[in-house]
T-cell receptor
Framework: AQSVTQLGSHVSVSEGALVLLRCNYSSSVPPYLFWYVQYPNQGLQLLLKYTSAATLVKGINGFEAEFKKSETSFHLTKPSAHMSDAAEYFCAVSRAGTALIFGKGTTLSVSS | GAVVSQHPSRVICKSGTSVKIECRSLDFQATTMFWYRQFPKKSLMLMATSNEGSKATYEQGVEKDKFLINHASLTLSTLTVTSAHPEDSSFYIC?????????????FGPGTRLTVL
C-alpha cells in the first residue's frame, strides 16, 4: 500500500523567507510523487511531479522538490516566499495509472 | 496543458433529490477517471475509479448505490449523488488520466461544491 505523511499541518513564514513543506512517503514500488496547491474554493493545481527521472524537480512559481529514496522524502521548497504563496499544499503518491493518494495537507501562511 | 472541466461548479439541492456532476476531458481521451471527495479543511479522499465502458471500482466505505458513476465515453464521466442528504455536502473533484505513453499524467477538474439543504 502507498501513503504519504505531511509533517506539520500549518507552516508560517515571513515574506522573503525560505519555504519548506515536508512530505514522507511509503511505497512498495518506485513511486510517482506530486505536489499540488489549492487556493480557497478552487481545484488543485499541479506544482511539480517526480516520475523516476531527475531527483531534483523544478516546478512552477519557483518551487522545487528533491526525491530522496534513502529518506523516503519529497520535501517542497521555495527560496523566498511571496504573499501569493499562502494556500493549502498537498503531497501525493501514486503508481503509474493509478489514483493519487493524498497527504492531509499543509496550510502555508505568509506574513508581511 | 490538458484541461478537465466539471459541471456544475456549484449546486444546491434539497434533501432527497439526486444530483449529477459531469467530468469532461476537453482535449484528450481518458479511459480512466477518478472521483475524489474533499471535506472542509481536509484532504482529498478517493471515492472511486471510473473506467470507460466498464463498472466503476469503489473504495472501501463508499456506497456504490448512492454514488452512481457512469463512464460512457472516453471524454465523459458522471457522478450522480442519489437521494442526497446534508451529510453528502462536500467538494467533489474529478481527475482524468491521459494515458499517452509519454505522459501518463492525471489532470484535475476545478471541483463541484455540493450543498444539500
Amino acid at each position: 500500500a502507498q501513503s504519504v505523511t505531511q509533517l506539520g499541518s500549518h507552516v508560517s513564514v515571513s515574506e522573503g523567507a525560505l519555504v519548506l513543506l515536508r512530505c514522507n512517503y511509503s511505497s512498495s514500488v518506485p513511486p510517482y510523487l506530486f505536489w499540488y496547491v489549492q487556493y480557497p474554493n478552487q481545484g488543485l493545481q499541479l506544482l511539480l511531479k517526480y516520475t523516476s527521472a531527475a531527483t531534483l524537480v523544478k516546478g512552477i512559481n519557483g518551487f522545487e522538490a528533491e526525491f530522496k529514496k534513502s529518506e523516503t522524502s519529497f520535501h517542497l521548497t521555495k527560496p523566498s516566499a511571496h504573499m501569493s504563496d499562502a494556500a493549502e499544499y498537498f503531497c501525493a503518491v501514486s503508481r503509474a495509472g493509478t489514483a493519487l493518494i493524498f497527504g492531509k495537507g499543509t496550510t502555508l501562511s505568509v506574513s508581511s | 496543458g490538458a484541461v478537465v472541466s466539471q459541471h456544475p461548479s456549484r449546486v444546491i439541492c434539497k434533501s432527497g433529490t439526486s444530483v449529477k456532476i459531469e467530468c469532461r476531458s476537453l482535449d484528450f481521451q481518458a479511459t480512466t477517471m477518478f472521483w475524489y471527495r474533499q471535506f472542509p479543511k481536509k484532504s482529498l479522499m478517493l471515492m472511486a475509479t471510473s473506467n470507460e465502458g466498464s463498472k466503476a471500482t469503489y473504495e472501501q466505505g463508499v456506497e456504490k448505490d448512492k454514488f452512481l458513476i457512469n463512464h460512457a465515453s472516453l471524454t465523459l464521466s458522471t457522478l450522480t449523488v442519489t437521494s442526497a442528504h446534508p451529510e453528502d455536502s462536500s467538494f467533489y473533484i474529478c481527475s482524468a488520466r491521459d494515458s499517452g505513453i509519454v505522459t501518463d499524467t492525471q489532470y484535475f477538474g476545478p471541483g463541484t461544491r455540493l450543498t444539500v439543504l
